[in-house]
């Protein structure tokens, strides 16, 4: 089991920026995946990010494209999430998790590791 630990959240005006940071205790296989998701009071868990450190591929959510950016640190094992243009809409709980068996980038239930979340809120 791979140990994850995220940071970074907090309160911000609307148009402002955060960074999380997510780090992983260490790293089963040569490649896996670590991504981003977020959860809003009373709705699912959903895709914000990822990273795929075997091929060194990013993906995004369509509502964050432009103003999200995922990036890598291997020798920290650690990825971040650079938040820009925050809108009260991305208000949620982020989560970052590992994913190293088989599945996609996607789906959270793919993931075997997952944080304990870390809270953003953006007021208007």
């Known amino acids: 089991q791979v140990q994850v630990v995220e940071s970074g959240g907090g309160l911000v005006q609307a148009g402002g920026s955060l960074r999380l940071s997510c780090t992983a205790s260490?790293?089963?296989?040569?490649?896996?995946?670590m991504g981003w998701f977020r959860q809003a009071p009373g709705k699912e868990r959903q895709f914000v990010a990822a990273?795929?450190?075997?091929?060194?591929?990013?993906f995004y959510a369509d509502s964050v494209k432009g103003r999200f950016t995922i990036s890598n640190n291997n020798a920290k094992n650690t990825v971040y999430l650079q938040m820009s243009n925050l809108k009260p809409e991305d208000t949620a709980v982020y989560y970052c998790a590992a994913r190293y068996s088989s599945g996609s980038y996607y789906y959270p239930h793919d993931y075997n590791d997952w944080g304990q979340g870390t809270q953003v809120t953006v007021s208007s």
């Open positions: 260490e790293r089963p296989f040569s490649s896996f995946t």
């Open positions: 990273f795929s450190r075997g091929g060194g591929s990013t």
